[in-house]
């Protein structure tokens, strides 16, 4: 082989190699990946707080979560109504933690 048969082939490789990567970042940026999920559970909004930490709307079967995310925990907010519309509701206030009422809430669909 000559050295520009080399040369043409090793550019063709950077190329399909960097072409592939496009595509990967495309699709990852779009969602194309993400799947649908049958589990109650939807991320409805999701804004980053800089490098540490990051604001999510939740939608659990009929109750819309405002949750604060850190790399070591996660907190409820707000709790919104299911309809963008309807009046706010104050969050509940009752003694079970809110892992637990998430934990049923998934259970009982």
Do not use: C, Y
Not at 1 to 29: G, P, Q
């Amino acid at each position: 082989m000559t050295e520009a048969a080399l040369l043409r082939l090793a550019f063709s490789l950077v190329l399909i190699v960097l072409l592939l990567l496009a595509l990967a970042w495309v699709a990852r940026r779009s969602k194309w990946l993400r799947g649908t999920s049958q589990s109650g559970l939807k991320v409805l909004a999701m804004q980053s707080l800089g490098s540490r930490g990051a604001l999510a709307i939740v939608e659990v079967q009929d109750a819309r979560l405002v949750l604060g995310i850190t790399a070591q925990q996660i907190n409820l907010l707000h709790t919104l109504p299911a309809q963008p519309g309807a009046p706010d509701t104050p969050p509940e206030t009752s003694g079970t933690s809110f892992g637990a009422r998430l934990g049923n809430a998934l259970k009982r669909r």
